[in-house]
């Protein structure tokens, strides 16, 4: 392969990393890995992202005349022709390497990670405040009175006012157009449950207000209505408590494991089904397992590995 096709080939993958990136669907360190083996992949990225930013205006391209385009999906036929766009670009000579160093690092995105059990709180700007929860991994990149937000992994509450910042959250499985107001995003395995606490969202063509859900899941969409308990279980992390009301122990333990490095596991088959309400720190498991105590007989006791293992008494 001489030396132009190799630069050829080298450019394509450089810009299916970076349209992975921003569609918020590629491995960081897997990218990170293939960037840093080679200073000619991260030249090759610096000139691909450099082309991006100069065409980040365009909002959308259509797709270029291929053979037989109705059989690939809408998006792989944006993502593709985007490459090809790139690819263009740079072998006519548009985009070129920042002076000084790699032009990836001008677009970069910001990245705010939190461990298990941990919650932190990021001020994107003045008007755009995001509190990420348990085991929660967001990026974000602003631009003027636009925002955009990636949600990695786990969980994100979002307050933003409507009449200032236009924000677009971005998940694995579809983005939302956020209308100002405040909102719960949570990644599931298959799908992004977005909460509208106050405001309105938009995702796939549907629409959510106050009290509903829109849940999104790769080429759907659907809108449930909230309640009370719904909304208290989503108000309560913010606060450092899980909220049970009614839940079986099974799925209560679930959620809480969450939050705990060191897990509650059922040892007595026949305890799964309790139903549990009340208000438990998520940061200190002694009221919880004293309230299991003095409610139902459960005794606690810790394995080798810490786990904590709950029994009849």
């Known amino acids: 392969m001489d030396d132009h096709a190799a630069g050829t080939e080298l450019n394509d993958i450089a810009a299916a990393w970076l349209v992975a990136l921003d569609a918020g669907t590629a491995d960081r360190a897997a990218f990170d890995r293939w960037r840093d083996a080679d200073v000619r992949h991260a030249i090759a990225f610096a000139e691909v992202a450099a082309t991006w930013r100069a065409l980040d205006g365009v909002r959308a391209i259509r797709p270029l005349q291929q053979a037989s385009p109705a059989a ?18 740079i072998g006519t000579g548009v985009a070129a390497v920042a002076g000084g160093g790699f ?36 990026y974000w990149r602003t631009k003027g009175d636009e925002a955009t937000l990636w949600l990695d992994r786990g969980e994100a509450a979002i307050d933003c006012p409507g009449d200032t910042t236009t924000v677009t959250l971005r998940t694995p499985s579809g983005s939302f157009a956020l209308d100002g107001g405040s909102f719960n995003a949570r990644l599931g395995r298959a799908n992004c449950a977005l909460t509208v606490l106050d405001g309105r969202a938009t995702g796939n063509g549907r629409t959510a207000r106050s009290g509903e859900r829109l849940s999104l899941m790769p080429g759907a969409a659907r809108v449930d209505p909230g309640d009370d308990a719904a909304i208290d279980r989503v108000r309560g992390w913010r606060q450092g408590v899980l909220v049970l009301d009614g839940d079986r122990l099974d799925a209560a333990l679930a959620e809480y494991n969450r939050y705990l490095r060191h897990r509650i596991a059922i040892g007595d088959p026949a305890l799964a089904g309790l139903r549990l309400g009340g208000r438990f720190s998520t940061s200190d498991v002694s009221e919880f397992l004293s309230a299991m105590h003095a409610s139902f007989g459960i005794v606690a006791r810790r394995d080798a590995t810490g786990t904590i293992i709950l029994v009849a008494g």
């Open 72 to 89: 690939r999906p809408a998006s792989s036929r944006h993502r593709l022709s985007r490459r090809m766009v790139l690819r263009g670009a």
């Open 103 to 138: 032009a990836y690092s001008a677009y970069a995105r910001n990245r705010a990670e939190t461990g298990v059990g941990e919650r932190r709180m990021i001020r994107i700007d003045d008007r755009l405040i995001v509190d990420l929860n348990t085991d929660s991994i967001l």
